[in-house]
């Protein structure tokens, strides 16, 4: 007969749901884009968000845009704090989980003082 002395934890290291950031720091940047920089923003949240990883130059190719409208970018999205402002490579974190994109995307437009309306088209 043999006695249990030890468990040893089977799922020891069960990734946890990072909490949503609850601090908006860039309303104020928010608020100061055009119309068609606050769309690519929007864009540019919900691909960063569903990747799960943020690269700058990776952000520059998927959406075919300048280098300098990345670098523009990734400033907003650490002052959004959508991707942490710790450079470790080429690549960082990315905070709020897809779970909490709706809701991160619905405060994005809720910081704007008028959201855009919407065209009909032609």
């Known amino acids: 007969m043999s ?4 468990f040893t934890d089977p799922y020891p290291t069960v990734p946890r749901a990072r909490p949503l950031v609850t601090s908006f720091d860039g309303e104020s940047l928010v608020q100061t884009l055009g119309d068609t920089d606050f769309a690519l923003l929007m864009r540019t949240v919900e691909l960063v968000v569903q990747a799960g990883v943020y690269s700058q130059l990776r952000l520059q190719h998927a ?3 300048p280098a ?3 670098t523009r970018l990734t400033t907003l999205l650490e002052a959004l704090s959508v991707i942490d402002s710790h450079r470790v490579g080429d690549a960082r974190e990315v905070l709020p989980t897809v779970d909490h994109l709706p809701l991160l995307l619905v405060r994005l437009l809720a910081s704007r003082d008028s959201v855009p309306a919407l065209r009909e088209a032609s």
């Open 63 to 65: 959406m075919r845009i």
């Open 3 to 6: 006695t249990f002395t030890t």
């Open 68 to 70: 300098k409208t990345a």
